[in-house]
């Protein structure tokens, strides 16, 4: 989806606090692959930490942007670690994928952007 919109749409993952905390996950860190216990991020340097690990390790090259201490992107999205939103140049929600992990329909969004982007 971002590599087919990115020219019409600006993609970014966002990350917010852990939805497991303590989950063990392979990773890479500096090209190496380690198992890693991800814990609870509650500040902003921890969850750019993270998320740096998060991007090396799944390769993406969309932008990353931070949730903020007091987790407002959280709250005011209801973020699911997989949940879908396309927000329109006026700043509102235009297309909103349903609750994760049943709601992560990627074919969904992929349509909305078909027939709406410019």
């Given amino acids: 989806m971002y590599v087919t919109y990115k020219d019409k ?3 970014f993952l966002v990350y917010i606090r852990e939805a497991h905390p303590d989950s063990v996950l392979n990773t890479l860190v500096s090209g ?3 198992l890693l216990k991800i814990g609870q991020t509650e500040t902003t340097g921890a969850r750019k930490e993270v998320a740096s690990k ?3 390790t799944l390769k993406l ?3 990353t942007l ?3 201490e007091d ?6 999205y209801a973020g699911w670690p997989e ?3 396309v927000i329109g140049v006026d700043g509102r929600v235009a297309y909103q ?5 049943w709601g992560f329909k990627v074919e969904e969004a992929v349509q909305w952007l078909a027939n709406n982007a410019k």
Avoid at 71 to 76: A, C, H, I, R, S
């Fill in 97 to 101: 994928g349903g609750p994760g992990p």
């Fill in 71 to 76: 987790n407002k992107v959280n709250y005011d």
């Fill in 32 to 34: 190496e692959k380690k």
């Fill in 61 to 63: 090259s969309m932008s």
């Fill in 83 to 85: 949940r879908l939103y």
């Fill in 66 to 68: 931070i949730d903020r």
């Fill in 9 to 11: 749409a600006a993609f």
């Fill in 54 to 56: 998060c991007v090396e």
